[in-house]
């Protein structure tokens, strides 16, 4: 997907976007698809497979497919945004007041811009996706020289560092010296 932006003379600037999305969201329908088919196996096995409880299933496998199913992140020259089944949640990244990571069963990265958007995202896809971290990096270095990004500078650093681990790891596979 490509983005002209009217600010700038020369060549369209591309979105970066989640490299991996495709394979989760595959395995979102696999996961899905499955259960679907364990829960129709039995009922018929048992003999009690009917219409009523086969759009039961149905809509069972279809919550479990909108739970697991990722998230499209993509970011731009100054934005970044993340696509669900329902919204996309879109903010300014060369205008960020807060970054912060959330806690929990998985790690959550929360970004917040001064005109009010929101995202939040899994930090493990911007330490896969350096394209993402790049764009990202750019314009939160852009939002800290002009003293916008009050908070986060630190969980910013963290990330940065791991998206480096893992770059050099990568290069150092690539060449046979792992």
């Known amino acids: 997907m490509a983005r002209h932006d009217e600010t700038q003379e020369g060549p369209p600037v591309e979105a970066a976007n989640d490299l991996q999305r495709t394979q989760e969201l595959m395995s979102s329908v696999r996961s899905a698809a499955v259960l ?14 009917a219409l009523c409880r086969t759009a039961l299933w149905v809509a ?26 329902l919204r996309e949640r879109r903010l300014r ?40 971290w790049n764009r990202l990096d750019e314009g939160a270095r852009k939002s800290a020289a002009d003293g916008m990004l009050l908070c986060g500078g630190t969980a910013l650093q963290l990330i940065s560092q791991r998206v ?12 046979g010296l792992e």
């Open 60 to 85: 069972l496998a279809g919550l479990l497919f909108a739970v697991l199913c990722p998230a499209r992140v993509t970011a731009g020259e100054g934005w970044l945004s993340s696509r669900r089944l």
């Open 36 to 49: 679907l088919a364990l829960l129709l196996v039995v009922d018929w096995g048992t003999g009690r497979l």
């Open 93 to 132: 990244t060369d205008a960020l007041v807060s970054v912060r990571c959330l806690e929990g069963i998985s790690q959550r990265l929360l970004l917040r811009d001064a005109f009010g958007g929101r995202v939040e995202l899994d930090p493990e896809i911007l330490v896969t996706n350096p394209q993402l």
């Open 164 to 175: 480096d681990r893992e770059t050099a790891r990568a290069v150092f596979k690539a060449s």
